[in-house]
Every structure is written in C-alpha cells, then in structure tokens.
C-alpha cells in the first residue's frame, strides 16, 4: 500500500534492462512514441551515470533538523514559546510510535493501514503543510510553518541568510 508499494516496485527495475528495452523501442517506433521513449531513455541514462538507484527516490527515514534550527525560548511566566517544526516532528513521532505498538500487538490489517495513512500524512504536513488540503494548525489556530516554508519565499533560509551576503 501507498509508499511500501512504490518501494518494492522501484527495488526490482534494473536500469540495464529498462535501457535496452527503451533503444529496442526507439528503434522500432516512430513519432510520439519515439519521442517519449527517447525523454525516458534520459533519465535513465542519468540514473546510471549518477550511480543513484531508483528506490532511493522514497524516504524510509526521516532527517531531523537540529535543534539550532528549531529553537525553543523562554518567555517571561516560565512558558516556552517552541518553533513550529518542533510540534510537526512531536506528530510524527507520536504517530510512528502508534503504529510501532500497533503493529505488535497484532492489531487488524484496517487499522494499522489507517495508522500507516496518517503517518504518511504527518510526514506530508512536516515536508509541506497545506499541500494535502487541509493544513494542519497548532495553538490559536494558526498554520504550523513546515520546512519548505522555511525554506521558500523572501523571509525563507535562502533569501533571508544564505544569498546576496558580500564576501
């Protein structure tokens, strides 16, 4: 189901025998086809210069960023105020942690499928919050800000810290 299935897919192409198959093609067709086999042809060509393999495009786990990135500050009354990736990254430990037990004890196969889904939409939500429909929101209703959030825009990491900085 969802991401195991595309793993195991990925696990079995062999770049070798995709290639050959996509010259056979290009030779035997002409057109459309030839064009698109030609683009596929390509990309798999760059996958084997490349060394990568195809499975390697699913993410079996999760980087963490560190906590400098993702700071907690204390405010006045002894509460915290905690970055929003901090509360993305509790939900899917959280959620890993329920299917972990879950899955020990046997649970029925809906359920943890049901689990397995939500994981993957606690994953969706850290990554990019929003895309998935509805995004999630933490204290006061307000939109958690998710890595690519952080990353994107003029207030992002690029923008903000990394680029135009005299040398």
């Known amino acids: 189901m969802g991401a195991e299935a595309v793993l195991k897919v990925l696990n079995g192409v062999d770049l070798e025998e995709v290639r050959e198959g996509l010259q056979d093609e290009m030779q ?3 057109g459309q086809r030839r064009k698109k086999a030609i683009k596929r042809l390509r990309v798999i060509e760059s996958f084997r210069k490349s060394g990568n393999k195809p499975d390697w495009m699913v993410l079996t786990t999760l980087p963490v960023l560190p906590p400098e990135l993702r700071p ?5 009354g002894g ?3 905690t ?3 901090n509360d993305l990254y509790r939900r ?18 809906i359920i943890v499928r049901n689990e397995k889904r939500m994981l993957q939409e606690a994953v969706d939500a850290l990554i990019d919050n929003g895309r998935r429909g509805r995004p999630v929101s933490g204290s006061h209703n307000h939109r958690l800000k998710s890595l690519s959030d952080l990353l994107r825009g ?14």
Do not use: C, H, W, Y
Request: hydrophobic share 40%.
């Open 28 to 30: 035997s067709t002409s």
């Open 72 to 76: 907690m500050v204390q405010l006045d």
């Open 79 to 81: 509460r915290f105020a």
């Open 83 to 85: 970055s929003d990736l």
């Open 92 to 109: 899917v430990i959280n959620r890993n942690n329920r299917l972990k037990r879950l899955i020990e004890l046997m649970a029925p196969e």
């Open 154 to 167: 003029k207030q992002g990491r690029f923008r903000q810290n990394l680029l135009g900085k005299r040398v």
